[in-house]
């Protein structure tokens, strides 16, 4: 049975989107018809994720037998400096003409204990989580509401569990994600009069690159599994549905404001 295309013709912008979460939602996103365009870093180590993510792409057809490479766009850039984001969509609007749906995904997130955290690492863990997700979360806004017509969109925040709960290991991180749920509660209510919904996906514990190392340890990983009601570890393709949900305005036109956790049940068995 074929499945209903739930996003034909809408055009979707994700930072982050190269790996991981960011990845498996862009792919979703194309296989239900938008138009997308992610950003990445950039650099020689990103070369070999754009290839792969490009070829991946290539091997599937749109329903009516066209290839989905012309609905494609990859745009390097760091998103910790305020001018990224602004970059990004003017490029992205360059291309597909208009912006749907932004996803703002791109984060670190590195282990440290709180007396061993530098003003380094705090810095760039929330200039890359926070700092950036404002500014191109902004630069998606002031597109959606007074750069086409009719205004509107769906703004889509990558929180985190870790916005509910603490980390011994990662007071650095746990603020940011805590501040970007923040942001798309405000943002709601600030954007609302545009016809833009601003919502918070909050990922429990998600098997990517960024704890691939973590979640290596056998004993880590059980003990991790056995916390969670569902018993496994979350992929990052446990986002895109969610993802596609909050950016259908046919499925969720009246959902503003809100946070979503994704977590397997981890966070009620925590309480």
Do not use: W
């Amino acid at each position: 049975m074929t499945l209903p295309q739930l996003l034909t013709g809408k055009v979707a912008a994700i930072t982050g989107g190269l790996t991981g979460i960011g990845r498996a939602i862009a792919l979703e996103y194309l296989h239900h018809g938008a138009s997308v365009a992610v950003n990445h870093l950039g650099g020689a180590t990103d070369e070999p994720h754009l290839a792969s993510l490009q070829s991946e792409i290539a091997q599937f057809q749109d329903y009516d037998g066209k290839r989905v490479e012309e609905r494609f766009l990859a745009v390097p850039g760091d998103v910790s400096k305020p001018e990224t984001g602004t970059e990004f969509i003017e490029r992205v609007v360059q291309k597909f003409g208009r912006l749907d749906v932004f996803v703002s995904n791109a984060g670190v997130c590195r282990f440290e204990e709180f007396l061993d955290v530098t003003p380094t690492l705090l810095t760039q863990t929330i200039n890359t989580n926070l700092t950036g997700a404002f500014y191109a979360v902004q630069a998606a806004a002031r597109q959606m509401a007074f750069s086409q017509s009719p205004p509107g969109g769906s703004i889509i925040g990558i929180s985190s569990i870790s916005a509910l709960v603490g980390g011994g290991q990662q007071t650095h991180y746990t603020p940011t994600k805590a501040g970007v749920l923040s942001l798309m509660q405000s943002t709601a209510v600030a954007l609302g009069k545009y016809n833009i919904r601003c919502n918070a996906l909050l990922p429990g514990t998600i098997r990517t690159q960024l704890n691939d190392e973590d979640m290596g340890d056998p004993g880590k990983r059980a003990y991790m599994e056995g916390r969670i009601p569902l018993g496994r570890l979350g992929q990052p393709r446990d986002l895109a549905g969610p993802a596609v949900f909050l950016a259908c305005e046919g499925l969720s036109g009246y959902v503003t404001g809100a946070q979503l956790l994704v977590d397997g049940g981890l966070f009620v068995n925590l309480q």
